[in-house]
């Protein structure tokens, strides 16, 4: 059972940044793939950036591309999402997920933290 638990949301202005992080505990970090969703009110749970096993291959949704980065270290448990740039359309509840295949929809992933909230003022 894999405990995740975000942090590093807040309130930021339109054109700032914000880093996400997302600690691991209770089982083999590293071998499990991360992503980051988000969910605005009303809205359905949406893919952010997914990372490899090794942190070698990120993938994003084409909206976020060039305006977030998605890491990890493996030795410290931890994802991060880098967030640069925000828009008001990026505020929602962000999330971290763990899952042991390559996947863009939110039903692939098998464990979940509470998530961190996210809001850009314009």
């Known amino acids: 059972q894999v405990q995740l638990v975000e942090s590093g949301g807040g309130l930021v202005q339109a054109g700032g940044s914000l880093r996400l992080s997302c600690a691991a505990s209770?089982?083999?970090?590293?071998?499990?793939?991360m992503g980051w969703f988000r969910q605005a009110p009303g809205k359905e749970r949406e893919f952010v950036a997914t990372i490899s096993r090794r942190g070698a291959v990120p993938y994003y949704e084409d909206s976020m591309k060039g305006r977030f980065t998605i890491s990890r270290d493996n030795a410290k448990n931890t994802v991060n999402l880098q967030m640069n740039s925000l828009k008001p359309e990026d505020t929602a509840i962000y999330y971290c997920?763990?899952?042991?295949?390559?996947?863009?929809?939110?039903?692939?992933?098998?464990?979940w933290g509470q998530g961190t909230q996210v809001t850009v003022s314009s």
């Open positions: 209770g089982g083999t970090f590293s071998t499990y793939r």
């Open positions: 997920a763990a899952g042991t295949v390559f996947a863009t929809q939110w039903r692939e992933y098998n464990y």
